[in-house]
């Protein structure tokens, strides 16, 4: 519609159209051809909001370690393997270890923020904060883990201590 006369104008096809490939029919008109622009880049304007957003919130905990991945079984063992390992837990090529073992944890088991640290939380309450000298019940394996509840990244290589 002309915003002066009234008068209603045909369709135009986009300037953009080839072989009706994207095709866009707008009312002819600069005015209404930029609403028209507008309205088709809303999802790309969506899209970087959203992209700004999270980059605040990286931005927010800027030289703050990144999560080290937690090995966690997917299950519950039927038997439990009664070991003990004492040690200093590390974090080694992005990965939580026992001296040179990877630890599995029980299922449930999380990793939290606490500061510019994570700290493991057991299901049962226990807290191991990476650093920290630590004794472990469970058993030890040479072979990777079935069953965990994240693949194991390629990083986190064994031996295996299977903690409880």
Partial sequence: MDQATGDIRPLARSRSDKA???????????????????????????????????????????????????????????????????????????????????????RGTRLVREGRRHVVVTPDGRRYAPGSRVALGGGGSDTPPDRLATPLPPACTGPFFHAN
């Fill in 20 to 106: 009706g490939a994207g095709l866009l029919l707008t009312p002819a008109g600069p005015k209404v051809q930029q609403v028209a622009t507008m309205t088709a880049l809303r999802p790309l304007a969506a899209l970087l909001a959203c992209a700004a957003l999270q980059t605040g919130c990286a931005a927010s905990h800027a030289g703050a370690p990144a999560a080290p991945y937690l090995a966690t079984r997917a299950f519950d063992p039927t038997i439990l393997l009664t070991a003990l390992a004492m040690g200093t837990l590390t974090v080694r090529d992005g990965c939580i270890r026992l001296g040179d073992a990877l630890v599995v944890w029980p």
